[in-house]
């Protein structure tokens, strides 16, 4: 066996060329084709996106090419539709309470879970994060049985609280995972300089959690404020505005002005966040921290 | 400053986490203005007696007294006493300057006050110039030093000092004993200060304790403990040593105590830990590799083993050579290189020592 390759080794001279060229033209298809993914992958993940903002400003109310003309006639329609302010200040407020009450129930169940060591800790830990991996279909029906049975009136308030359900262990996990990446000597370094508990939280700990608090929020206000499927079993005759567009997409006639006004939401919150993104970047750099540090560690 | 006698004084502390017996029942007393090392092998307790004396642990049993006061449930924050960190654990958040500030601003010190003596704090450590630099823009060097001085501006009754100079290389670590030192000297405040680098321990320390396994095997200065360890964990932890099994031979009042080695070879020896030395009594010698010497014949006047060499390793200022002795074991013999004469692998030598220099200790914790 170990001759008879030798001799196919020794045979082989024009191998290396023919090896050669192969490896240019497979360099080259290797290229080509990792741009096709690339290119399939943006397709697909930005396409729906990209269809929905170019068909809002599409002259006809039927969905489908070709072009009829451009026109702006479905955002001042949009404007003009009294439902939407209505239902966007629902979800608006709805989110604005939900935030800081996540960041407030998940900064202390972090604080809990990371620094004192009870029994139960971990059925404890297990528990808090268990709506992460509940579906939430589950959640939704889930709230609404809980509400009807406890005789509590669906309204904006049940939507609320369903949404703290679901968001704050989100809040407490990130939390959690920067709190176990600080030096816990930190914490025993205020104490030995004289600092209180209350003190060396508010003094070190707090400041240290500041930029994963930031992005907390920013990711309990989107879920919130997107949140479709929970809302729709907890919300009873509100409107949140996820609700009010899958209500109106019934109607077809509507379907052009609903792509117009999920465009300009859409827009203002990729405004809103990478806004927010950046504020952070600035205040987390003045005070020596890495945005970076939220996301990769430090 | 206080007048009682001792800064830090441990009377009988104990220390248990569950079953494991981290401190065993030690006893220790630190003077004012006194640096003190404690020094030992990973695991032999302590750096759980600094976190006892720092406040995060509280003794099993003993009385820890601070300044003469018992200190036991005093809080840390409480504490007249100030530790530095292994990993400095300065706020990353704060500049030097507030940093240093952080413990007077919790004494709610006011604030002109507070910042002379940041200033004057950093300007012992020889970091002024840095005062609104970032932690994250320091050097190793410059971080420990700050740490230093967060820890020296609270102008604590005892500092303490977990290991501080363990994450610098060795160049630089030298630099900051002799500067440990000269601070130390300068603030005239009690160091306590951990660490497991004998040599390190021996360069700073006015005093020093020897632990193992949660014991003190010896509390002594530098040479005391070097000359005359008591127990062979000691003599083998600090430097080297050559130990030679032996029995006692002759104690009298007076005179130097006399061993026979097992090969027959007599010698008196400088000193003896008491309760080892009755005649008849099995001890082992301890040697140092720096007290020996090699000759080419048996010395005259001196007691001396036979061997040969095994091995001659050249490093620098200083020579090794490793001595196979013809009654079993080896002996390492240290010499400088300005010395002439030179023996070759394979040698027939003899190995002496001054009996002013051979300390016994007790064979039992073999």
Redesign the interface.
């Known amino acids: 066996m170990a001759s008879i390759s030798t001799i196919h080794a020794g045979t082989g001279t024009p191998g290396p060329r023919v090896f050669h060229l192969g490896s240019t033209l497979r360099r080259r298809l290797a290229t080509t084709l990792r741009s096709a993914f690339l290119l399939f992958v943006g397709f697909v993940l930005f396409g729906p996106v990209i269809i929905l903002a170019a068909f809002s400003l599409n002259d006809s109310i039927i969905l489908g090419f070709p072009f009829k003309g451009v026109t702006l006639s479905w955002y001042v329609e949009a404007v003009n539709e009294p439902d939407i302010w209505s239902s966007l200040r629902a979800s608006l407020q709805v989110a604005v309470i939900v935030t800081p009450i996540c960041l407030l129930l998940g900064l202390t169940s972090a604080i809990a879970l990371t620094r004192f060591r009870f029994r139960l800790r971990g059925p404890v830990t297990a528990f808090v994060a268990l709506p992460l991996v509940i579906p939430w279909l589950i959640i939704g029906v889930g709230s609404l049985l809980f509400f009807s049975a406890t005789g509590m009136k669906l309204s904006l308030l049940t939507v609320g609280i369903s949404h703290v359900v679901i968001a704050f262990p989100l809040v407490t996990v990130l939390l959690s995972a920067q709190l176990y990446r600080l030096d816990p000597h930190l914490h025993e370094a205020a104490l030995d300089l004289g600092a209180t508990e209350p003190e060396t939280i508010r003094l070190v700990v707090l400041p240290l959690l500041v930029p994963t608090l930031a992005a907390s929020a920013i990711f309990v206000f989107s879920w919130s404020f997107n949140n479709f499927i929970v809302s729709f079993f907890t919300a009873g005759f509100e409107n949140t505005f996820p609700i009010w567009v899958f209500s109106t997409l019934r109607r077809a006639r509507d379907l052009p002005m609903v792509n117009a006004i999920s465009t300009l939401i859409s827009a203002v919150q990729v405004t809103v966040v990478m806004a927010a993104w950046q504020v952070l970047r600035r205040a987390m750099d003045k005070r020596g921290q890495d945005i970076r540090e939220i996301v990769a560690g430090s | 400053m206080n007048d009682a006698p001792y800064a830090l004084e441990l009377r009988k502390v104990t220390k248990r986490f569950g079953d494991i017996v981290a401190v065993d029942g030690i006893d220790l007393q630190v003077p004012q203005g006194e640096f003190f090392s404690l020094l030992g092998p990973s695991g032999c307790g302590k750096t759980t007696t600094l976190r006892m004396i720092?406040?995060?642990e509280e003794p099993t049993e003993g009385t820890l007294l601070l300044a003469g006061k018992e200190g036991n449930e005093i809080?840390?924050?409480?504490r007249n006493?100030?530790?530095v960190?292994q990993?400095y654990?300065?706020?990353?958040?704060m500049t030097v300057f507030e940093n240093v500030a952080?413990?007077p601003r919790?004494?709610r010190l006011p604030e002109p006050e507070v910042r002379e003596r940041v200033m004057a704090a950093l300007e012992t450590v020889r970091m002024a110039g840095l005062a609104e630099r970032?932690?994250?823009?320091l050097s190793g060097g410059q971080r420990q030093r700050v740490a230093l001085a967060?820890?020296l501006v609270?102008r604590p009754a005892v500092l303490l000092l977990d290991e501080p100079l363990g994450a610098l290389d060795l160049k630089l670590r030298k630099e900051m004993q002799l500067e440990l030192k000269r601070i130390q000297r300068e603030v005239g405040i009690c160091f306590v200060y951990v660490t497991h680098d004998q040599e390190e321990a021996m360069t700073m320390s006015d005093r020093l304790a020897v632990m193992n396994e949660g014991r003190i095997e010896q509390i002594g200065t530098p040479e005391e403990v070097y000359h005359r360890p008591a127990t062979r964990f000691v003599a083998e932890f600090i430097g080297e040593a050559n130990i030679l099994e032996a029995t006692v031979d002759r104690v009298e009042d007076g005179s130097p105590v006399q061993v026979s080695i097992e090969d027959g070879t007599t010698t008196t020896v400088a000193s003896c830990n008491e309760a080892d030395c009755e005649v008849g009594s099995r001890v082992l010698v301890v040697l140092r590799p720096e007290h020996l010497q090699l000759h080419r014949s048996r010395p005259e006047d001196l007691p001396a083993t036979e061997g040969r060499v095994a091995e001659v390793i050249f490093q620098g200022s200083v020579i090794r050579f490793v001595v196979e002795r013809l009654a079993g074991g080896t002996l390492t013999v240290l010499d400088t290189t300005a010395t002439p004469h030179r023996a070759a692998p394979g040698d027939g030598v003899w190995v002496s020592w001054l009996p002013e220099w051979a300390h016994v200790v007790s064979s039992s914790d073999l």
């Open positions: 720092a406040g995060f809080p840390p924050f409480r006493t100030n530790l960190f990993s654990a300065l706020f990353p958040h952080f413990g919790r004494a970032l932690p994250r823009s967060r820890a609270n």
